[in-house]
Structure formats: C-alpha cells, structure tokens
Nanobody, 122 residues
C-alpha cells in the first residue's frame, strides 16, 4: 500500500512559480513510476507530467512542456512538480498518483492523493 499526500498549492498571480510536493508512505515507493494530474472545474482530469521510478525519464503534457518540471527524491519518498510561468488556465486541483496500470500518461493508476488546489489569477 502507498499513501500519497500533496502539498504546496495556493492562490498565486499569473507569471509566478509554485512547487508542489507529494509525500509517499510505503517501502516500495521508489519502485513506482509517478504522475501528476489535474482537474479543472467542469473538466475531466488530465495528465500533466510523469516520471519513471529512477527519475531517468520524464513526460509532459504539451500544455505544460517547458514550464513545468517533475522530479523525485526517492530517499525522501517525495515527488515534486515545479510550475513556472503559471497561467490562469493552470487553475485546477492537482493530484499525484503512483503505480500506473498501463502507461505513465494514465489515466489509470493504483494510488492517488487527495489533491491540492492551485488557483492562478490574471
């Protein structure tokens, strides 16, 4: 079992940066690929970024490529999402997830966090 807890969300102005963290419990955290997803009001949850278990490979949605960076620290059981040049359209609840069932881009993962709200004002 893996439990995931996101933190770092908040209300920010457009153009600034924010870093989300996802702390995981469980001895096997460093065996799992991880992903970040988001869900805006009235929209379906969408893939944002993913990272392999070693951190060697990362994947991004086109909408965040070049602005967001996913990373992980397996010694700390934590995965991060650095979000730069935030835009109002990045406003959403952000979820981290562990252990994809098929692909890192999802949408099916075995473990999900509760989410953290990110609101970007113009």
């Amino acid at each position: 079992q893996v439990q995931l807890v996101e933190s770092g969300g908040g209300l920010v102005q457009a153009g600034v940066s924010l870093r989300l963290s996802c702390a995981a419990s469980g001895r096997t955290f460093n065996m799992y690929p991880m992903g970040w997803f988001r869900q805006a009001p009235g929209k379906e949850r969408e893939f944002v970024a993913g990272i392999t278990w070693s951190g060697a490979y990362t994947y991004y949605a086109d909408s965040v490529k070049g602005r967001f960076t996913i990373s992980r620290d397996n010694a700390k059981n934590t995965v991060y999402l650095q979000m730069d040049s935030l835009k109002p359209e990045d406003t959403a609840v952000y979820y981290c997830a562990a252990d994809p069932i098929r692909t890192i881009e999802g949408p099916e993962y075995n473990y999900w966090g509760q989410g953290t709200q990110v609101t970007v004002s113009s």
